[in-house]
Structures are given as structure tokens and as C-alpha cells.
């Protein structure tokens, strides 16, 4: 049987290739993927594989339908489908092995593609374990179309007729899981909707983890396809009259019918490959340590309406996953408990004592905007206290969330970190009220002034925090910060030494000779210069003079790089350094400072006062020996005394970068990782740091960039024309090629 099947499949594969439309058809499909996909990487500066796996399913809507379109439709337009099937060989080995063939020619086109990872490896280095499962996912994807594309070609004779069914089949595939098709369904169908969406699966193979319900939701999809495939051909070889036509229509309805129930049933199977780096979608060592430490039960109680909208379907999914775990992971010492306020009045009733309200969602119904209140909140509870995420909208930080949830309910005492105010620093009230949200998650905050009756930090301070400041330290102050870190205390500065002002589009040099003093008696220093970054730094939207907003690099925002593997910067990168500063270090004992974040190896800095205008010349105004990676972040360890953490810019944890920049998450984890090593409690950095987002893309020449580029949308479509020029070439050769009497070529 596998012999016969491999025999179909490679005529199938080899027919492809014999002939001028399969080429025309591998070039257009690589060109288009080539060309959008570099457009998208380049201008994010990313090196992943997303801009071309989210074009890739719209291109397989139309390039799998005219591979197939042929396969059976043109066997049974030219007779020959009935008498291959009268050799011996069963309609199911027919069948697969037309299958394989087509899978094995998609195969060669996606192995094109292979070019794109290859060359980042120059700008980057690569997530392969994410690459490697956004290729598994591309293959289900694809097997999952050819079922469709065979189908539609054996409905037909006609070529044309097979591609529109195929993509017409395809298509609803795709539209019944997309949003402007279940939200204008009622919720229970809306949610078989949403699971029965391939568009949906296929995006969750493709962030990095091979699930088993995903996988089981396209081999179900490719059964079902395949067997009304079988169908399709063994009906025209039985009578419609005869008991066996019957049993055949019993039989492959039966099939569609039990991989439809896979598809819908597996939802609930859990099972899971997590290729991501540092296994971002599983639960951490820590969390689960600190679940079997409890020394009593803790509840986690999930409030979620039956009726959820289907934006939140994937969310849930994702939630139950992570509870599922922790659940597991507990053991005897987590209650995990789902309820549903919207059946039940006295559970309604304590999710609003407790905070958790439902939220209001825009609806279509019956052609119609309407308002939907649904719940879908979390409380942690244990012993009498709770804490509650009142509207679970994502589940980026989840893990991170819930831990420190727990950890503060089940630790008595919680370090205590302060805020230095008084010399128009960012406080609490005022810039910092993000970080200030997310610090007493873990930690007792408060803000600390030196007024003229201080005259030692208080020993309940354990960490203390000078974010900024428009207005110089006085002496002494600069004596009662000195002894705190002397005696054993922990200080984390965030300064820059230049203010700019943009307005004027200028920086100056700030200077802060007491602040200055108390880093450079221990060898650090902050340098009254700015930083800049040619590789990794964010954009910044200009007015043109047609009116429009331009969109463009901006060197001085500097999106600061990792330096070591301390544990404060350990899966931490793209931090946020606008205007900032590079460090001065010369510490005698190199063991006692770390670097911790610095720009690449095409940043710098410049001297003060300067224009810091975003469309000056950034050529003419960086000399090419000035260009050196610049230290912007050091920690460092007192002999017998205390911690410090220095940064050269304060903006990395203001209210505005973290709502605008699009590292500002990484900057917010950052300074709770320094916290946390400040505070010597290092149990959640772990957690915490789990970062989902993908390498950046910096090239160290440009030839290296272009021959990346061009290489591929130019190098892999030539070679494959080549390859089928000198194919094609070599057939028509022999078939001109004149045979004598007994079959030997001449």
C-alpha cells in the first residue's frame, strides 16, 4: 500500500515540474511573499517571520486552489481518472498519494522561503524554536487547504470551476472565525464560530507553541476534506440505486461528522509544545515553587459569563490554560473554582462586593448595534483578603500579575520603597503613577523629603528611588543619601545629565554637583552628553510640507540593549532612553559594577548644548570615529555597605513613555527587576521578565541588509527560473529526440 502511495505521489510531484505554469506560479508566490514581507520587516526593525505569516494565509487562499485546481478535475476531463482507478489500486491510496504530491510541490515553495531566516541570522539572533513552529503551523495550514483544493477538483471537470469552489471553500474557512462574522452571531454560536476558524489556530501555532487541540483541529479539517473527497470520485463508480452508494454517503458523512466534533471537542484537550525562548507560555519554576510553599489553601476564583464576546474567545482560552497550571502545579494548595454570575444571584451578587463588574461590549445584532455586559474578572483569596483583576483582557503579564498577587497576600511583611521628592522629581502623583500601580503589587511605597529635621533615611526605607530632578541636592543631603548607602541601604538613580527642551528643539547640560559627588567617590559618574542609537532607537512622526506626518528614526531615543547576563536585565531588551546619558565608570574592583544596559555598537553620545531636531542631518553631524557602544545602566555593589542602581535617564519609567513608546513595558520590567535586586528579593524577576516580543534587526553593514533583501526577492525566484529553464529545456530535448527501430535514442 505505502509503495503504490508513494508511486502516486511522486507522478504528482514530478507532473508539476514539467511544465512551464508550476514555475510561473512558485516565482509570482515567492516574489509577493519576498516583497511585502521585507517592506514590513525592515520598516519595524524586527527579526521575525510575523509580516510574512500574516500574509501568508491570503496568498495560500488563492495559490493552493490553482495548484489543485488540476489534479482531478483534469484526470476526469481527459478520461484517464477512471482508468488509472481500474488498476490495481484502491481510490484511498489514489487518493493520498495525489495529496502528497501536491503537499510535497507547496513544501518546495515554503522551503523558498527559507532564505528570509538564513539572512536575518546577519542582523540577529533568531527565536528558531518560534521560526521552526511557524513553519510546522504553515505545513497544517497548507495541508489543511490542499484537502479543500482536491475537493473542489474532484466536483469538476472544468479547471476554472474547481479554483473559484476552492477558494470559495477556503475563504469561509477563514471568514467564519474573523470578527465581522462573530460578533454579528449569538454568543454559544459565536464561540463554535471562532473555534471552527482556521485563521485562528493557524496564529496560535504560529506565535511559538504546537498545541495539541490545534493540531487536532487540522488534521480534523483535512479528514473531513478528505473524506468528502473519497466521496466525491467513488460516487460515480456506484449506482445511486444500490444499497452501496447509501452506505458510502452514511459512511462519509459519518467522518465529517466526527472531525467537526475533534475539532470542537479537542478545545477542551490540553497538551502543549512551548518553542518559545524561555518557554514564555509556561508556567515559570518560580511561581510554581511558590504555589507548593503556601501554608494554607488560596482560591482562585474565575467570574465569566457562558455568553463572552468573541473577541475575549481566544483570551479565555488562554486563561483557562494558565489557571489550569497553576491549578496543577498548587496541587492540594490552590481551589480553583469557575462560576458564572450571570446564573446565579448570589454569585452575581459577590462579584460586585468584590470588584468584579461586568463589562459593557458593542454587539450586532439582527442588523443592529446593541450593548453587551458580560463578566470576566479573576479574584485571588486567601485567608479572608483578596485581590481581583476585575476585566482579564490579555494574558502578557498574567502569570507575573497573579504571582505577586499571592506572594503579597501570603507574606506578612513587604519591603518598603521610597520615592525621593523635593527637587522636582517625577513622584507618585505626578509621572510615576504606572510605576507607583505596579510597585505596590510587591512592595509598600511612599514618598521620602529631607527637610531640615532629617538626619538619616529611616531603616524602614529599603529601597529609595531619585527619579530625576529639576533642582540640585544641597550638601546635606548629599551626606544623609552617602551614609544610607554606606550603612547598608539601596539607591536607584535614574538621571539624565542634559534637559531638553522641545520647543526650542535644543539640550543643554544638567549638573548636580552633590549628586555628582556621592557616585563619583565610587567611581560612577553620569556624563552631561547624549546618548544616541543609529540601530535600535524608536520613531518619531514630523510634519512634512504637504501637511502629512512623516514617520522616522530618531536617534536620541535610544532603545537600550541588555550589556550582561546580570538577573536585572536577563530577558530584557529595547529599553526606552530617550535624551539620555551614558555612564562614567572607573570602579578599581571591576567585580563590584555590572553594566546593564547599553546602546549598540553604532550608538554614541554628544556633547551639550545641541540641536536635538529629528530631521537634521544625522551624517554631517556623528563622525564615524565617534560611533562606540555607550554604557547607559550599571549596578553596583558596596564593600560592607549597600546596593546602587544607576541609569542615565529618568524617562525609561515616566507615565508618558510607558503609555506611547513601544518599549515602554520593557522599561517598566527593568526598573522592577533593579527594585527587586535592590531589594534582595529576586523571586519574581524570572517571571516577571518573560518577554514575548521578537529580536530586533540590526545589520552591521548595509551590504550585508541589501544582499538579505535582494538575495531573496531577487536570487531565490531567478534560481528557481533557472532550475525550470534548464527542465524544460532537457524535455523538449528528448522530445525531439528521434528513436530507431528498437528504442535506443540516436
Request: charged share 20%; proline share 5%; with cysteine.
Amino acid at each position: 500500500m505505502i509503495g503504490r502511495i508513494a508511486t502516486i505521489a511522486r507522478r504528482e510531484f514530478s507532473s508539476y515540474f514539467d511544465q512551464a505554469t508550476a514555475y510561473i506560479l512558485l516565482v509570482i508566490f515567492l516574489g509577493i511573499s519576498f516583497y511585502f514581507y521585507f517592506q514590513e520587516a525592515y520598516l519595524l526593525g524586527e527579526a521575525s517571520l510575523r509580516p510574512m505569516l500574516s500574509l501568508l494565509p491570503w496568498l495560500l487562499l488563492f495559490f493552493i486552489p490553482a495548484v489543485c485546481m488540476r489534479t482531478l478535475a483534469e484526470e476526469r476531463n481527459a478520461g484517464t481518472l477512471e482508468l488509472v482507478l481500474s488498476q490495481p489500486i484502491q481510490v484511498v491510496e489514489f487518493l493520498l498519494g495525489k495529496f502528497l504530491g501536491v503537499l510535497l510541490f507547496l513544501l518546495v515553495a515554503m522551503a523558498g522561503t527559507l532564505g528570509i531566516p538564513l539572512g536575518l541570522t546577519f542582523g540577529a539572533d533568531l527565536q528558531w524554536g518560534v521560526i521552526f513552529s511557524q513553519y510546522v503551523g504553515s505545513v497544517f495550514l497548507i495541508a489543511a487547504l490542499i484537502s479543500v483544493g482536491l475537493w473542489a477538483s474532484s466536483m469538476t471537470r472544468n479547471q476554472v470551476t474547481a479554483f473559484i469552489i476552492g477558494v470559495t471553500i477556503s475563504f469561509a474557512l477563514y471568514l467564519i472565525g474573523l470578527p465581522t462574522v462573530t460578533l454579528s452571531l449569538p454568543g454559544p454560536i459565536a464561540t463554535m464560530a471562532t473555534r471552527l476558524g482556521i485563521l485562528g489556530h493557524f496564529s496560535n501555532v504560529a506565535r511559538g507553541v504546537i498545541d495539541l487541540r490545534d493540531v487536532l483541529y487540522f488534521v480534523a479539517v483535512t479528514a473531513a476534506f478528505l473524506s468528502l473527497t473519497y466521496f466525491s470520485i467513488m460516487r460515480e463508480r456506484l449506482s445511486r440505486e444500490r444499497p452501496a452508494y447509501g452506505r458510502l454517503r452514511l459512511g462519509a458523512l459519518g467522518l465529517v461528522g466526527i472531525a467537526i466534533f475533534t475539532a470542537l471537542a479537542g478545545a477542551q484537550l490540553r497538551g502543549r509544545l512551548d518553542l518559545t525562548p524561555g518557554n514564555v507560555y509556561t508556567l515559570s519554576r518560580p511561581t510554581a515553587d511558590l504555589l507548593r510553599g503556601l501554608d494554607d489553601l488560596i482560591t482562585l476564583k474565575l467570574f465569566r459569563s457562558s455568553d463572552l464576546p468573541p473577541e475575549l474567545t481566544p483570551v479565555s482560552r488562554d486563561v483557562d490554560d494558565l489557571l489550569a497550571d497553576l491549578d496543577a502545579a498548587g496541587g492540594a494548595n490552590v481551589n480553583l473554582i469557575r462560576v458564572d454570575p450571570d446564573e446565579d444571584p448570589e454569585v452575581e451578587r459577590e462579584a460586585g462586593l468584590l470588584g468584579v463588574n461586568p463589562a459593557r461590549f458593542q454587539v450586532y445584532d439582527d442588523d443592529a448595534v446593541s450593548i453587551q455586559e458580560s463578566y470576566f474578572g479573576l479574584a485571588v483569596q486567601y485567608a479572608g483578603e483578596s485581590e481581583v483583576i476585575p476585566l482579564l483582557r490579555g494574558t502578557t503579564d498574567l502569570e507575573y500579575r497573579l504571582a505577586s498577587m499571592i506572594r503579597g497576600l501570603t507574606t506578612p511583611e513587604r519591603a518598603n520603597v521610597a520615592v525621593l521628592g523635593g527637587h522636582g522629581e517625577l513622584s507618585l502623583g505626578s509621572g510615576l503613577q504606572f510605576a507607583n500601580g505596579r510597585l505596590r503589587l510587591e512592595y509598600d511605597v511612599s514618598e521620602f523629603r529631607i527637610d531640615s529635621m532629617t538626619t538619616a533615611v529611616p531603616d524602614s526605607i529599603d529601597v529609595l528611588v531619585i527619579a530625576g530632578g529639576r533642582t540640585p541636592l544641597e550638601p546635606v543631603e548629599g551626606e544623609i543619601l552617602s551614609r544610607y548607602v554606606d550603612e547598608g541601604g539601596s539607591l536607584f538613580v535614574l538621571k539624565s545629565g542634559v534637559a531638553a527642551d522641545m520647543q526650542s528643539r535644543y539640550a543643554g547640560p544638567v549638573f548636580d554637583p552633590v549628586l555628582d559627588s556621592l557616585l563619583q567617590v565610587r567611581g560612577l559618574g553620569i556624563v552631561p552628553s547624549v546618548v544616541y542609537d543609529l540601530g535600535f532607537n524608536e520613531q518619531v512622526q514630523v510634519p512634512s510640507s504637504l501637511g502629512l506626518a512623516m514617520i522616522m528614526p530618531y536617534p536620541f531615543w535610544a532603545l537600550a540593549q541588555p550589556a550582561s547576563g546580570h538577573v536585572i536585565v536577563d530577558g530584557v531588551g529595547n529599553v526606552p532612553f530617550r535624551y539620555g546619558s551614558p555612564l562614567q565608570i572607573e570602579v578599581e574592583d571591576s567585580t563590584r559594577v555590572t553594566p546593564l544596559l547599553a546602546t549598540s555598537d553604532i550608538g554614541g553620545r554628544l556633547a551639550t548644548p545641541l540641536s536635538i531636531d529629528p530631521e537634521q542631518d544625522w551624517e554631517a553631524l556623528i563622525a564615524p570615529e565617534e560611533v562606540r557602544v555607550e554604557t547607559v545602566a550599571a549596578a553596583y555593589t558596596q564593600p560592607d555597605g549597600g546596593r546602587l542602581v544607576i541609569a542615565g535617564s529618568e524617562s525609561l519609567i515616566d507615565d508618558e513613555t510607558l503609555q506611547r513608546s513601544a518599549g515602554g513595558l520593557a522599561g517598566m520590567v527593568f526598573f522592577q527587576n533593579a527594585i527587586d535586586w535592590l531589594a534582595q528579593d529576586e523571586a519574581l524577576i524570572s517571571i516577571r521578565s518573560k518577554d514575548r516580543s521578537p529580536p530586533q534587526l540590526l545589520f552591521p553593514s548595509e551590504w550585508l541588509r541589501d544582499l538579505t533583501r535582494y538575495g531573496n526577492l531577487a536570487g531565490v525566484p531567478l534560481l528557481f527560473v533557472l532550475i525550470g529553464g534548464l527542465r524544460l529545456a532537457r524535455r523538449r530535448g528528448l522530445q525531439h529526440r528521434s528513436f530507431p527501430e528498437g528504442g535506443a535514442l540516436v
